[in-house]
């Protein structure tokens, strides 16, 4: 049996997520938290295959960021999904310093997209552990051959959204070959259009240069979409040594 935690001050917010997860997979086990302290102290003692969470809890503003942390410090690499009011364009500087998983903005989402990330994410949690032992140190990127976990770059994970990590596969694919917006649009569940999908791929990008200054293996194909290009282009500089949000540099 899963463990779910969803950490959320709300109860009707929290019971609607419970109600959520449970109807996506009736057997997973269900922890509800609604303060900072009750959350970290069972974020201690419990091994949670997926964490859901609000950045704002009560008063405490920032109790969900001092949360992601502690998740962190644990070492479990236990994925994380953030459903928070606060707008998304602000949550992905946070998402890219605390090593979160996926957010959702609150009021712009609805139960089919909640439930089809939260399974996305499920299906990750379920094999988050094998992958980490089966990573190759030292390849230049490494891909789940079923999409279900995290891609990692020379050993280190790269921090990106399931949307960017699905164009990221498609890209991979069809290495060395020019993949049409068209194409990259059957990647999208939602925001079906060229310049959502730039700014997917300058997501990639800015994560692959967390982890290494001189990436530049996706390249634009002006008016036909993207490519990418290997590792020929790539220099051999990283910007660190741990992964993102690890608390090292990068």
Known sequence: MYKVAIIEDDEPTSGQIRAWVLSAAPDIEVAQWFTRDEAEAAIAREDYDLVILDIELGRDRHAGVAIINAINKCGR???VLVVSAMPAAIYRGIMKALDAWDYLQKTTFEEPEF?????????AARTRRQSAEQVPV??????DPLHQGAPFWRGDRV?????????????????????????????VKSGR????????????????????????CIENVPMRGFRWVGSGKVGSGKVG???VGSGKPS
């Open 77 to 79: 690499g236990t994925p």
């Open 115 to 123: 439930i089809d990330t939260f399974l996305e994410m499920l299906r």
């Open 138 to 143: 030292g390849d230049e990127l490494s891909i």
């Open 159 to 187: 921090n990106v959204p399931l949307t960017a990590q699905r164009i990221l596969a498609v890209l991979h694919d069809n290495k060395g070959e020019v993949v049409s917006y068209d194409k990259l649009f059957a990647a």
């Open 193 to 216: 259009n060229r310049e959502n999908i730039r700014k997917h791929i300058s997501t990639l990008r800015e994560a692959f240069r967390e982890l290494d200054e001189n990436f530049d």
């Open 241 to 243: 040594s741990g992964k």
